[in-house]
């Protein structure tokens, strides 16, 4: 009974997600979802992320928290347009949540919108939010071992940031066996060694955003 | 409807968790639901306690984990009895699971089990499995903030293990913010900094444990 429960609401969510990819793609915006374990260094990936290509394109924020508003005043205080997303204690964000957070933003006027969700490895990896692509944000102190313990979230990312790189001389995190349980767990996506606060790494990670972006404008266009 | 759904599913927790809790207390076993973030050192933590506390105490340890059954062998490394449970998914545990897995053990040998919840901070929260006392850790690199976002963990935790407190120079961690946000969240919690891979600060989150079990023993044997 379960089993079925999920897959309903799986599928309800799926429908959304939908629908909001094809708003998405009429507008012409690029939706990144943003996971990763609580502290991993989500929003201050974002700030940097925001620093490294507010010139090139017109951004705003979409923050989800079980609790809390002090992420998206941490992005507004940059002049960057956010929405708090409060679920309320849901462990992840969902298509309809997403839905009524862009209604409040004036998509004709966005090329990128960067989704926060909520702290988790585990349940953001099952909605689809109607983005254009799954990022996920592992940090050094974390271990180099979680691939094996929370394999999905790097099935479905499409590039892994490896945030906190400047902790590796504390934390005894072995770079190449994680390299090598991500790429048998998922091909060649992308690790991207980045310090964010100090803003270290960020500009190969921002180019491959870039990279994503202007491709999906081509596709959109046509 | 989905809310329904939800106080459905955990009322046919609680009820296998009130029984879990009986089949302990009559077999003088207490039992640890160790809760937190993936990469906070949850099983470092265990390992330390254990070494601490295996003089005194015959201990077990349950592991759950999403995938993988590398906790478990770490622990069994030790000469230690240890479940592993692969939650093929979920995000936390069950307290059905909880039962399948103490089936496998004798339970009139041992008086502490310590179970590793899966790495969350949100879902483990609000699942009984019959466990004498929830326990959370929360690692410095993950910042002082996370009592704000991830609220309901740190109230139904009887004690907060402050993980990598050798670290605090390393990360912009505001001990006494943090601190103050707990005790208005959770009055009169115990915030235990510790280091468990160098063993330090673990005597006196041990002493809190031994205090708990001891005084359980009492109870049970009245």
Tied chains: 1, 2.
Excluded at 76 to 90: D, E, F, K, L, W
Excluded at 127 to 151: Q, R, T, W
Aim: some cysteine.
């Amino acid at each position: 009974m379960k089993v079925d429960i999920e897959k309903r609401i799986l599928a309800a969510n799926d429908e959304i997600a939908a629908s909001n990819r094809a708003l998405f793609a009429a507008h012409g915006v690029f939706v990144l979802d943003l996971m990763a374990s609580p502290g991993a260094g989500k929003t201050s990936t974002i700030l940097a992320t925001i620093a490294a290509l507010r010139n090139r394109y017109a951004i705003a924020v979409i923050e989800g928290d079980i609790a809390s508003k002090v992420d998206a005043e941490k992005v507004r205080a940059h002049g960057i347009p956010a929405v708090q997303i409060n679920t309320g204690g849901a462990c992840h964000l969902e298509s309809a949540m997403i839905r009524r957070a862009v209604d409040t933003l004036d998509l004709d006027a966005l090329d990128l919108i960067i989704i926060e969700n909520v702290g988790n490895l585990v349940c953001p990896s099952d909605f689809d939010l109607g983005e254009n692509a799954k990022v996920m944000i592992l940090s050094v102190p974390e271990g180099h071992d979680k691939p094996y313990k929370y394999p999905n979230i790097f099935q479905v990312s499409e590039a892994v940031i490896l945030n906190k790189y400047d902790t590796m001389g504390v934390f005894d995190f072995d770079e190449e066996e994680f390299r090598d349980v991500v790429r048998s767990l998922n091909g060649q996506v992308p690790v991207f060694p980045v310090s964010a606060t100090k803003g270290e790494g960020v500009d190969a990670w921002a180019g491959w955003l870039a990279g994503r972006i202007d491709a999906a404008k081509e596709t959109d266009a046509r």
